[in-house]
């Protein structure tokens, strides 16, 4: 399982907000390329970008940062975006630029036959989020819920061809509360598509509860407050996870 530092950006800089909430923003780092740099030293075998203020205003705004990020990696390992994706050519400008998975997310709820489109013009690229509270869909930087099962969508985006679904656990992002364990093997069992767990993702412990539902299709967990306030080491993380890895 792929323990991936998440860098949201907002106004160019790294943050991390509690519960989506943009008034609520801590900066960790105004060089958006020196921090995918830090995670890449420190072992990480892919990047989960999110451009917090695309996400609210429905397309890119932080396209500086994003190529600065990729210019500092070079490519050495992928990097996964989501954030105000909405049209195909902005899916093939980041993937021109070096992005290797767009992650769409309120447009693959409101507007499904846009996600239909994509996964056909750009298979393998293309994956989901669906960001949920008590098991029901939130769109537009979360800021709206909507009365869609996260289970029924889920199957759905895996009908079109998408290449993983990431779920968030709204309630518990950025909140340092622990993995939804429960919500993220719900999803998983119904699923033949990788699942990438999000939000909560807190310390060892949480590092080891995932590992336990790895073989349910459980790929990867995306951290971001906790490895940027030390509750969570990502090199002993991925470590942990390699040692947890099922035989076979």
Request: overall charge negative; hydrophobic content about 45%.
């Amino acid at each position: 399982m792929l323990i991936i530092p998440a860098i949201d950006l907002k106004d160019g800089h790294c943050v991390r907000l509690k519960q989506g909430a943009m008034d609520q923003a801590t900066v960790f780092s105004e060089d958006p390329g020196a921090m995918a740099a830090h995670w890449l030293e420190q072992g990480a075998r892919r990047l989960h970008l999110v451009d917090l203020n695309g996400a609210f205003a429905g397309r890119p705004r932080n396209e500086p940062a994003v190529k600065a990020i990729i210019r500092a990696l070079g490519e050495r390992i992928p990097v996964q975006l989501g954030g105000g994706i909405r049209d195909l050519g902005t899916i093939e400008r980041y993937l021109d630029d070096g992005i290797s998975y767009v992650i769409i997310g309120t447009a693959a709820v409101t507007t499904p036959g846009f996600l239909h489109d994509a996964c056909y013009a750009f298979p393998g690229h293309i994956m989901v989020g669906l960001d949920a509270r008590d098991g029901k869909v939130a769109v537009d930087g979360w800021s709206k819920m909507t009365g869609h099962d996260v289970l029924d969508l889920a199957l759905k985006f895996q009908d079109y061809g998408v290449e993983a679904i990431i779920h968030t656990d709204i309630g518990r992002d950025g909140m340092l509360s622990g993995v939804n364990i429960d919500a993220t093997l719900a999803l998983a069992k119904v699923l033949s598509v990788p699942v990438i767990a999000s939000g909560g993702v807190t310390n060892l412990d949480d590092v080891r509860r995932l590992c336990e539902i790895e073989p349910e299709g459980v790929t990867g967990a995306i951290s971001g407050r906790a490895l940027y306030e030390g509750t969570l080491d990502l090199r002993a993380a991925q470590q942990l996870a390699d040692q947890l890895r099922p035989a076979g």
